[in-house]
C-alpha cells in the first residue's frame, strides 16, 4: 500500500529531469508517514494535513536559518578543515613512511648499543660504570676505611695528653693497626690501602718513640713498664724474641732506665760544682799539708756523695727487681722442664733422640742483665775515686762507706753485691800508720757486727712471737672442752 502511495506523491523521473532528490521508499521514516496518511480521513487529506506540512516546514526553515547564524563560523570552519583534509592525508602519509624508515634505523641502532654494551663482553666505558656503581654502593666502607689512618693517630696522640689513663687508647690503637695490617695483607694490590697502611706505620712508629720516651720517665711502675714492654712486643716483634728470652727489648728497657739514672744524677750538677771547686782547693793547698796544716774541707763533696749514693741505690735496685719482673730468667724457664721433677722422684727417662742442627756458637746472646750492674758499679767506682779524696773527715768517710755498702747489700739481694769496690778506692792522703789496717777493713767489720746484731734482734722478735702464739693456742686448748 505505502509503495503505491509513495508512486503516486513523488513525481516520475522522466517528467521533471530536475526535481531534487526524494527520499527512498525504504526510509523509515518515510514508510511511517505514508503509514500514517493511510489512517487519515480523505477531508484531513485536502485540508489540514498540507497546512500541516506548510508549517512544519516553515519551522524547520526558521531553525536551520538560526542554526546558520549560530554556528556559522564553526561550520565556515569546518568546511576548510574538509578542504584541507585530503592534503593533511597526504602528509600524513607522507610522514608514516618517514616514521616507518626511522623505526627501522633505531632498530639497527638499539641491536648495535645492546651488542656493544653487553655484560657478556668486554667495554672500557662498561667497566669504568661499573666501577663507578660499585664505588657508590661502597662509599660508607671507603670512608671507613679512610679515617683509620686519623683515628689511629688521635688515639695516640690522646694516650700521651692523657698519660697513665691512655691505656685504652693504646689498645685501641694497637687493634686498628692490627686491623689495617690485616686489610694490607688481603688487598695487597690495591694503592689505597698501601698508603693507608704506609701511614699507619708512621703512626705505630710514632708511638714506638713515645712508650720508649715513657720508659724514660721518672717514677715509673712496675705495672705501667710491663703495660710499655707488652705494648712493644705487639709493636716490633722482631725485638721481642720468644716468649721465655728477653730479646732486645731487656737491652732497651736498661738503657731507658739507664738514661733515667743519669739524667736524674746530672740534676745533682749544682753540688758537683762545689765539689769540683774543693777539689781544686786541696789540690791547691796539696803543699800545705805536706807542711802541716791539714785539710779541713770536704762538706760540700760529701753532701755531693751523700745524695749521689742514695740516688744510685735507690733507682738501681728500681731497674734491676723491675727488669727480673719483667723478664723471668732463662733458668725459671727451664724448671719447668718435666725431666727436672722425675729426678727428684727417682725416674728414668729415655733420652729422646735429637737430629743435629747447625747451630750459631755465638748464640744464645747472655742477657743484658749480666753486664748491667758492672757498668753500674763501675760509674760509682769512678766517682768515689775522684771526690772520695776530698772527704778527709773520718766520721764522714765511714758514714759514706757505710752507705756505700748498704747499697752493695741492696744490690746483693738482687745477686749483685759490690762491696769489695772499696778495696779499690784509694787512699791518697797517706795519713794511716803501717800496722793500722785500712779503712774499708774497719768499716766492713763495723758493718757486720750491726748486721749481726740486727738479725739476732729480729730473731729474737720472731722467737717472742712463736713463744706468745704457742702460750695462746694451748690456753685455747685447755679452755676448749
Known sequence: MTDYLY????????????????PSVNDP??????????TLPLDSLHGAEPKSLAQAS????LSL??????????????????NNLKREISVLASDTGLIRNDVLALDRAAVEFSEKYSRNGENEVLDRRKKALLLYRNVDRLSDILDLPTLLSSAISSSNTQGASGNTNYASALDLHAHVKRLHLLYQESKLLSSIYNQAEDAMREMTTNLIMSLRGQGIKLAAAMRTIG??????PELAGSPS???SLGALFLVCRLANLVSMLEALDPLRELADQETIRRLANKDNVTNGNAWSGGQQTERYL?????????QSFAVISMFKSIFPSAETARSDDPGIHFKSLALKTIAPVHTPVKSDPLLPLPSALATFPIHLVELLTEILKQYMPNVQDKASRESLLTQILYCAGSLGRLGADF??????????DGNREDDEPPEWVTVMKKHRILASRLELLSGTVSGQSKVASSSISAAAQLQSP
Request: charged letters at 25%; hydrophobic letters at 35%; proline letters at 3%.
Open 7 to 22: 508512486d503516486l506523491l513523488v513525481p516520475h523521473p522522466k517528467e521533471d529531469s530536475s526535481a531534487e532528490i526524494y
Open 29 to 38: 521514516t518515510t514508510i511511517n508517514y505514508l503509514g500514517r496518511l493511510t
Open 58 to 61: 516553515h519551522s524547520t526553515l
Open 65 to 82: 536559518q538560526s542554526l546558520s547564524t549560530r554556528s556559522s563560523k564553526s561550520i565556515i570552519a569546518s568546511a576548510d578543515h574538509l
Open 231 to 236: 705494648w712493644l712486643r705487639r709493636i716490633v
Open 245 to 247: 728470652e728477653e730479646g
Open 306 to 314: 751523700k745524695r749521689y749514693i742514695e740516688i744510685f741505690r735507690e
Open 419 to 428: 762491696g769489695m769496690i772499696l778495696a779499690s778506692v784509694e787512699d791518697n
